[in-house]
């Protein structure tokens, strides 16, 4: 079955820092891709999407390439901030788009 | 107001008892889930449905039950709580394909359950 796997937290980074979190899947067909944040005490939001091979997802300063042939879709930040400081999960849909499949989440504290 | 609503917020119960979740949204959508959260787990999907008719188990069903009670009303039930089910529960709805990104899903703020 379909499976995303993301770097284990968790991470702990400098204002200004830059971050890469790591994502990996498992998936048939061609799944579409997702980051989704989860600040403290709420639910989860989109970040951002791809939904093809080499497209770029972008929101917030954040960035994500969908790379088929090494099946990752690395979240990116050039220059974090105290407010980024989330839970971060990746995640895929795929053939009928019945649902979601997450990763375990990689929770990043960002200090001032 | 929120568009997706998640009534109680917190909750704590003792082993046994039948606790029920309900989630109502005024987002239009057809599409409602249920998920589980647990530390280092992610989110596990637990049921979904995709209009009023449709009931489907997700990844861990065994041990809930859900009502869709109406398009916007999606209820979550634990028939005899165990401590084991303690975690973070969020229900979350989509309109895939039409309005919205396929396959994004919006979410509630989350309903946390301890059984103890």
């Known amino acids: 079955g379909d499976s995303v796997t993301q770097m284990e937290g968790p991470v702990t980074l400098s204002e200004e820092a830059f971050l890469t979190i790591n994502c990996t899947y498992t998936?048939?067909?061609?799944?579409?891709l997702f980051w989704y944040v989860q600040y403290p005490g709420e639910g989860l939001q989109l970040l951002l999407k791809a939904t093809k091979a080499d497209d770029k997802g972008s929101n917030k300063g954040f960035e994500a390439t969908y790379r088929k042939e090494t099946t990752s879709f690395h979240l990116e930040k050039g220059s974090v901030q105290v407010s980024d400081s989330a839970v971060y999960f990746c995640a895929l849909t795929s053939g009928s788009a019945r649902q979601l499949t997450f990763g375990s989440g990689t929770q990043l504290t960002v200090l001032p | 107001d929120a568009d997706v609503t998640q009534t109680p917020r917190n909750r704590i119960t003792k082993t046994g008892k039948r606790i029920m979740l309900e989630c109502s949204q005024t987002k239009g959508h057809d599409r409602m889930y249920w998920y589980r959260q647990d530390p280092g787990l992610g989110l596990r999907l637990i049921y979904y449905?995709?209009?009023?008719?449709?009931?489907n188990k997700g990844e861990i069903s065994d041990g809930y039950s859900v009502s869709r009670q109406a398009q916007a009303k999606f209820s979550l039930s634990l028939e005899s709580a165990i401590p084991n089910q303690t975690a973070l529960y969020f229900c979350?709805?989509?309109?895939?394909?039409?309005?919205?990104?396929?396959?994004?899903?919006?979410f509630g703020e989350g309903s946390r359950l301890t059984v103890l």
């Open positions: 979350a709805t989509s309109d895939l394909g039409r309005e919205s990104t396929p396959g994004e899903l919006f």
């Open positions: 449905s995709f209009d009023v008719k449709d009931i």
């Open positions: 998936a048939t067909g061609y799944p579409s």
